[in-house]
């Protein structure tokens, strides 16, 4: 599976260099392979390639449809970015779980401001993954926001993950179209961020007695929402 980052033209693709490089060099991709390409808004192609250049390769369309493999339940999650390759993984499991939107969150106690640089790589991470969990819609890594910037946009429901915050309610969750989740860093929410986010109408909610890192915590939440109840 192969991203493409421009739409066909006249039935024709051409792969962006990264991408031509992994066909070319890594997969050792010929003219007259088919490969699978999507386009990170839900169109999936079957593309006969043309043309394999070291840093260019181009193919045909044979044919295309829109295949969704989104979760039911709109997720945003706006996370103190953990350092290093944590945020690299988080990126990953993210979009495997099918989370929608993912706001780096600048707190009080962050260690990991985001700089253009760092989001860039996230996005690329982003779609690193999405090649190897089939999945056809990128997640959105958004720039980084404050608490007030995040608690301004309003969906159907707001949990922020506190370790003293009342029971999570699964009820809560099965009924929204849209979840925000809110995950704090290492260090946690101050009170003030606490009260803050509370006075904003948003709930306050624990996933239990132990500590969760802050990848744990987003992954568990992301379970909880993206993953439908069996009957
Ligand atoms: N000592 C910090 C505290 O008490 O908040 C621990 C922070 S924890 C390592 C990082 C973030 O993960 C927290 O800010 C929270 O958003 C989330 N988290 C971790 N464990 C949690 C739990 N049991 N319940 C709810 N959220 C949790």
């Given at each position: 599976r192969f991203f493409l980052d421009q739409p066909p033209v006249a039935g024709e693709v051409t792969f962006d260099e990264a991408e031509s490089q992994h066909l070319a060099?890594?997969?050792r991709a010929n003219v007259g392979d088919m490969v699978v390409g999507f386009d990170g808004v839900g169109i999936e192609y079957q593309i006969e390639l043309i043309s394999v250049g070291k840093k260019k390769v181009i193919g045909t369309v044979r044919q295309q449809e829109e295949v969704s493999r989104e979760a039911a339940r709109q997720l945003t999650l706006a996370v103190a970015l953990p350092k290093g390759d944590r945020q690299r993984w988080l990126i990953e499991k993210c979009v495997e779980l099918g989370v929608a939107r993912l706001i780096p969150l600048l707190t009080q106690r962050g260690v990991a401001q985001p700089v253009e640089k760092a989001i860039e790589r996230l996005r690329r991470a982003v779609i690193e993954a999405s090649k190897q969990c089939e999945r056809n819609v990128l997640m959105e890594v958004a720039e980084g926001q404050t608490l007030e910037q995040v608690l301004a946009?309003?969906?159907e429901v707001a949990l922020m993950l506190h370790p003293s915050g009342d029971a999570i309610q699964p009820a809560t969750i099965a009924a929204a179209g849209q979840v925000l989740g809110i995950i704090g860093p290492e260090g946690g929410f101050s009170e003030e961020e606490v009260a803050q986010a509370a006075a904003a109408g948003c709930q306050v909610v624990s996933l239990g007695p132990r500590i969760l890192r802050v990848e744990t915590a987003a992954l568990a939440m992301a379970s909880l929402v993206t993953i439908p109840p069996g009957p």
């Open positions: 060099k890594v997969m946009s309003q969906p």
